[in-house]
């Protein structure tokens, strides 16, 4: 890995691993979880609510911070740590997929995409140069690759072409990211649910060099089936010394199972997203606090679980609040849920290194099979 960054595995279960990635901003304990933290801020949260919930990094995304408030802005005022107050590591997403996912009026071609904003109908420019700038301007301690990531469903030769596209820019991505000490470049794995296509994009990858490798490309709608189905191959063609890094998720069940297959790091807006739609994720499923039955509930939301929602208040009064559309709503059930997502980390951090990730993961599926939420 990059001098000043160093990835050391502590133990492994079965395809499991736990370890830790030393920063120079600090240290990120795998498996672990990405708070997002979209356009500088996880929503909702201050930064100290989202490290007292156990994260050691999140995620800011290239696409919203170069649009608003613009990447050289973020640099003058001292760079993203700086300006959002969030002195951890931080991993920038390189744009592309959120240009995708996101813009209009866009334009691909071998140079990069133009495209315009989904904020004001602006032009915009992204190429693997540009977003290796931007990243540097932002100050982000893990960069990721520039790649496409192609919608689903599609055709073979369409994942085919749009995959070799990406290794061409992950080239340029490498060569414009230089040798930065102290910061982190991942490439991005690509190729569908096709094990040919994922194999010839990891082998791509692996002679180009990275920091770390991300299995991308998923959790674009295949469902966890297919998804799993990737995993149960992908992330062994990728160097064990190095940190793997799941894109876009997930669901509790999505990331046991991926930690099961090998994979050390994700990220995933649902633990927040949902906090702010009424939506709580506890160890016996899903509360849908919007639910007339939770009117007169004394009870918290989780018994056991130490967060500051479940220790001061009922699920009466988080009924009320999120009928009532009051602010405080998403501030607890996205600090709740949030706690909730580092719990599941931490159990598979201690499982894994006891050797006892199988009971483990047998009692989190048992719990959320009781129901009785
Ligand atoms: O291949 C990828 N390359 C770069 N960024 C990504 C982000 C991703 N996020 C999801 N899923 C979560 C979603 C967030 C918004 C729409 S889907 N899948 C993803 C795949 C990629
Ligand atoms: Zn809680």
Redesign the pocket.
Known sequence: MATGFSFTLHATDGRARTGVIATPRGEIRTPAFMPVGTAGTVKAMLPESVRATGADILLGNTYHLMLRPGAERVARLGGLHRFMNWERPILT??G??QVM?LSGLRKLTEEGVTFSSHIDGSKHHLTPERSMEIQKLLGSDIV?AF?E?PALPAADEAVAASMRLSMRWARRSRESFGDRPGHALFG?V?GGVSRDLREESAAALTAIGFDGY?V?????GEGQAAMFGVLDYAPDLLPEDRPRYL???GKPDDIVGAVKRGIDMMD??LPSRSGRTGQAWTRRGQVNLRNARHADDPRPLDEECQCPACRGYSRAYLHHVVRAGEMIAGMLLTWHNLHYFQEIMAGMREAIAAGQFEDWERGFHVLRAEGDI
């Open positions: 997403d390189s592309g997929f996912s990721m790649d990531c991005i690509q991300a991308g490309g998923l959790a674009v894109m876009g998720v995933c807006v």
